[in-house]
């Protein structure tokens, strides 16, 4: 959608004041944990765009509290799984050979929206180093939340997901889906049927550029939506701007993510 398009669509431009209220009115409070999936189209005409989510979203859980992202970056994986695009055969193995390693200051997220993108840059954020699946922070407890970030498996227990689960956190989908709930991936590593694949990136071994190849789980966000259609357990619905958006309890949504996968999904 243009810019034009959403302005003829927005009836009073959405500020940061007003986000907050919003937020607010939501249930998001001072201190709170708070990760957030975002997109930026579906809050209307935004005055200060994405600088000014961020601004509203650093407000709401003030000085006492951490703000959190997803700061992915799908292009630091095996290109023998690329498909959107795809790269022909023969470039595989240049890739594996060049692809420069990952460097937190500087590797750009992939997918994430432009809400995500500008977080990983703002003052005072933190980016954990995993090379593929990394989470940004900003707040009280930033620097706890993405340290120590293990390559594998990348979402359980010591990585920030599961950091976030133990303290408590809230999970704001700010006009995204749970297709977009990457704290899902946490109930994955909790199921005893879950398989594994081969994965590779790109990434520093002893300060010297290295591909790394592993096994980790093979996460699969394709049934979250049907697990967020029949999800209501706490879950507050609201508006900011104009984005459709819950607000939940990340440990009530993954626990019960626990119980309902191993019933709803086929694991081979």
């Known amino acids: ?19 907050v209220r919003n937020l607010r009115k939501l249930g998001i409070r001072e201190g ?33 509290g951490t703000l959190v992202m997803p700061a992915q970056c799908g292009d630091w994986s095996d290109p023998a799984e690329w498909g ?15 692809m420069p390693a990952f460097d937190p200051a500087v590797t750009p997220t992939r997918g994430m929206g432009r809400i995500a ?31 120590g970030h293990p390559l594998t498996p990348q979402f359980g227990e010591a990585s920030p997901l599961g950091k976030l689960y133990a303290a408590g956190a809230k999970v704001l989908l700010l006009g995204a889906g749970f297709d977009s709930c990457t704290s899902l991936h946490l109930a994955e590593t909790r199921i005893d049927r879950m398989p594994t694949k081969k994965m590779g990136t790109a990434m520093l071994v002893d300060g010297e550029r290295s591909w790394q ?4 789980y093979a996460y699969d966000s394709g049934d979250f939506d049907e697990f967020g ?3 209501h357990s706490g879950v507050q619905h609201g508006k900011v701007g104009q ?18 996968l191993p019933k709803h999904r086929q694991f081979t």
């Open 1 to 19: 959608m243009s810019e034009h398009d959403i302005i003829k669509q927005t009836r009073l431009p959405v500020t940061v004041s007003g986000m």
């Open 32 to 64: 709170d944990h708070l990760l957030v999936h975002s997109s930026m189209s579906s809050l209307g005409w935004v005055c200060g765009g994405p600088q000014a989510v961020v601004q509203a979203l650093l407000q709401a859980v003030g000085a006492e």
């Open 84 to 98: 959107n695009p795809p790269v022909p055969q023969e470039w595989l193995e240049m890739i594996y050979n060049e």
């Open 117 to 147: 993108e500008l977080f990983r840059t703002y003052p005072g954020t933190l980016r954990s180093e995993h090379p593929q699946v990394s989470f940004c922070a900003n707040g009280k407890y930033a620097e706890y939340i993405v340290s």
């Open 213 to 216: 190849w592993f096994t980790d």
């Open 229 to 231: 259609a029949q999800f």
């Open 243 to 260: 984005a459709d958006c819950k607000l939940f309890e990340m440990t009530t949504a993954v626990d019960a993510a626990v119980q309902w």
